[in-house]
């Protein structure tokens, strides 16, 4: 690295490091899993401090664009995967598309006593029974996405017959459930600690939370809601009139 114009310009001295790296992974020179400098490369080659190297590396990390393992070094990070906001698919397609291998760890699947707020999401009166699914969803390894799904049974009274390990819900849902309506939510929040252990993901990482509802023939199929860590996906759209 050769900094003295990045050191001599006006401005934090982080900003500096940070530009200077940013640079080199978005024109392609440092591609993902390209180790960068360590701390004590960085106060050497631009003459600051350690506390302004950290700073820099860090916040890089926690924007998505480094990854840091402790004892080995830092190193560029896959770019985040993306999501369709605006159509149904199934996460094992999406991943495998992008040339990865898809796997998936069933953590739930039953029959279960809903509450009334979750009946009413089904526009059902009372404490309706309802399948309920929970899977954790890895692209080459990686956690990307819990899926925690409720289906009508009165809609879907096969799904739990279903090899799930082989299908996923979504797969086997679009496959066989035409969707006329489709509501999407989508918030930003915190994970459980639960979630936090599913996705292998530290207490401070964010995470995009996608809640969907889907109609079929008029009845609400299913309501789920999927969890993804900010660092590793997006979700997006694009519409043409």
Sequence with gaps: MNDTAATADPGPLYRKVKDHILAR???????????????NEIVESFQVSRMTANRALNELTQEGWLSRIAGV?????????????????????????????????LETCERKVASPAMGAEFELAGEPELFHVVM?????GVPIQIED????????????????????PAAYLIANFPVDEIEHTVEAVMPTAD???????????PCLALARRTWTAGRVVT???????????????????
Excluded: C, M
């Design 25 to 39: 992974i978005k024109t392609g020179e440092w591609t993902p899993g390209t180790r960068v400098p360590s701390e």
């Design 73 to 105: 070094g830092t190193f560029v990070k896959e770019p985040p995967q993306r999501g369709s906001l605006i159509e149904v698919r199934d996460i094992a397609e999406e991943i495998r598309e992008r040339g990865h291998t898809h796997t998936a760890h």
């Design 136 to 140: 954790v969803h890895a692209e080459n």
């Design 149 to 168: 799904r409720w289906v009508n049974p009165e809609v879907v009274p096969d799904l739990l017959d279903q090899d799930l390990s082989r299908i996923t």
């Design 195 to 205: 979630q936090e252990a599913l996705l292998d993901i530290e207490a401070s990482e």
């Design 223 to 241: 309501v789920a809601t999927f969890t993804y860590p900010a660092s590793r996906f997006a979700l997006y759209t694009r519409l043409k009139r």
